[in-house]
């Protein structure tokens, strides 16, 4: 299948935080069931393709990514027969539907771990995992200086001695891909779900997974828990590209389905490399969730974000927030503010050529929740600290009602407690109003999907009053306009199509941005 004809190059992709989203059986956890219940406000919404998370046994240690079987469902959000259900029903709606895999690292609950545990140093079983002795006259220093992505050092030691290697946490120990049943085991698990029907797959910590020879210590400047511009061993090491072109042939095997990494790399010329024709079809490009609402800013992470997709002949990716950062609503200011400012973004994510990815609550404006110290879940805040939790954004979702849990569970013990303040933002509360943040989001997506002027890859800038832009769309004609000054501007001559917010006097206010044609 041809790239610039397949149907991921301009989808619109909606990621659902299972755990989240729709709760079926009064557990207060999101389940598949839960999703399949809901999947005619996602066919209203008009996306293309769901991004479920992972939702495979797990013990839960990191929420469902510390995974102890990959093929198979855990009880808590179903079974395999709702699986299949789920799928066929989002397919007669015509919504793809995408799984994430966790290739870098298994749960210390896994059967492979398990019988490393139970082996001896040298064993086959250990070699499945990175065992290593350790440093100094007893062994009892770690075998290197790296440090885990959730804090604190990544190595653990077992009774024997020995430490493993885990770049998350210590129940999540990282695999050993030098060995070739690590190899096969995935590719059994791609199989397994491509067989069942799914349209692809996520990579999750697509750059990880190889790790260099001799496993050299990190440079003291490296900044441990997020993208650094000095080199890390932990991460991006070139035999990781093999393991891609493995992925890649099986899915070449089933024609229509494809991939995208999560890669945390900030070099543009080694990004580039996860993308090669026998490569990844798509790579999450973070460069907007990590700008911000500035004008100048947001032009140069757009040009930045088309370069390098394009110089391997893939489509770009677009995203403003996912389960792991801040909702753009608070990265954006909180309050009113915040909201506009979303609101405004929304328009430019769905203006630009490439694939979209949409995660679950911000087509209803949602911000952080601020979680009590004793309702706290994530394993990242237990060990860095608060300030480094993600539960605040991965809050249940409000669909009706007053009171919470606002149709989410019938349990009103929600997994992660839920806001009182949500009565105003509900799916019910949103859905017939046509200023809504959700109705701005159907009509976006709607026009997006419909409309001629949104043809063409690639961008033509217009001159703009400080602290805005406007790009048109060559090959189509659509304008898009931001404004991120303190001050009314004039718009390009045009057609308006949707604003973010009213025009005033025929002006675009500040935090807005407009479409035209």
């Known amino acids: 299948m041809e790239r610039d004809v397949a149907w991921w190059a301009q989808a619109v992709f909606y990621q659902v935080y299972v755990r989240s989203f729709a709760d079926s059986d009064g557990d207060g956890v999101g ?119 959730f804090g604190g050092p990544a190595w653990t030691r077992v009774p024997d001695g020995q430490w493993y290697l885990h770049l998350f946490s210590p129940q999540q120990p990282d695999l050993n891909w030098a060995n070739h049943e690590v190899a096969a085991d995935l590719e059994r698990t791609l199989r397994f779900w491509l067989d069942h029907g799914v349209d692809g797959f996520r990579v999750d910590v697509a750059h990880g997974m ?51 990494g999560e890669i945390w790399v900030t070099d543009e010329e080694r990004l580039a490399r996860y993308l090669r024709p026998d490569e990844l079809h798509l790579a999450f490009n973070f460069r907007l969730v990590l700008t911000h609402f500035d004008a100048d800013a947001l032009r140069t992470a757009i040009e930045r974000s088309l370069a390098v ?59 952080n929740v601020d979680i009590p110290p004793d309702a706290v879940a994530d394993p990242r805040a237990k060990t860095s600290g608060p300030e480094f939790g993600r539960d605040a954004s991965r809050v249940p979702l409000p669909w009706e009602g007053d009171l919470p849990p606002f149709g989410f569970s019938r349990n009103p013990r929600t997994w992660l407690p839920m806001p009182a303040s949500w009565a105003s933002v509900t799916v019910e509360a949103q859905l017939e109003d046509p200023a809504s943040t959700l109705s701005l989001y159907r009509r976006a997506i709607e026009i997006r999907k419909s409309h ?13 009053p400080a602290g805005c832009f406007a790009f048109r769309r060559r090959g189509g004609g659509l304008v898009c306009a931001l404004n991120t000054s303190a001050s009314p501007i004039a718009l390009p001559p045009g057609e308006v199509l949707l604003s973010s917010v009213p025009l005033v006097n025929g002006k675009l206010p500040p935090d807005a941005a407009a479409w035209l044609v």
Request: proline fraction near 9%; avoid cysteine; aromatic fraction near 10%.
């Open 452 to 464: 001629e002027a949104f043809r063409g890859d690639d961008l033509e800038w217009y001159g703009a």
């Open 309 to 367: 997709p394009k110089s391997a002949g893939a489509p770009a990716t677009w995203t403003l927030g996912n389960h792991d950062v801040w909702r753009q609503v608070s990265r954006y200011g909180d309050g009113e503010r915040g909201v506009r400012r979303a609101r405004a973004m929304a328009l430019v994510e769905l203006a630009l050529p490439g694939a979209v990815y949409l995660y679950n609550g911000e087509e209803l404006g949602l911000g």
């Open 210 to 260: 190889a790790k260099p020879p001799g496993l050299p210590d990190m440079d003291p400047r490296v900044n441990a828990l997020g993208p650094s511009e000095f080199y890390d061993p932990r991460f991006d090491n070139d035999r990781v590209h093999e393991i891609h072109q493995m992925i890649r042939k099986v899915l070449d095997e089933y024609p229509g389905t494809m991939a995208v």
């Open 31 to 149: 389940d598949l069931e839960g999703i399949r219940g809901k999947l005619g406000y996602l066919e209203l919404l008009g996306v293309d393709a769901l991004w479920l998370t992972p939702f495979y046994r797990s013990p839960m240690a990191d929420h469902g990514y510390d995974i102890a079987d990959p093929r198979d469902v855990d009880p808590m959000f179903g079974t395999l027969g709702d699986f299949d259900v789920l799928l066929t029903e989002a397919h007669k709606r015509g919504i793809k539907v995408t799984v994430d895999v966790v290739p870098n690292h298994t749960s210390n609950t896994h059967a492979w771990f398990k019988s490393a545990m139970a082996a001896p140093p040298g064993s086959p079983e250990r070699d499945r995992y990175i065992f290593r002795d350790g440093l100094g006259p007893r062994g009892d220093q770690p075998p290197n200086n790296w440090v885990s992505a």
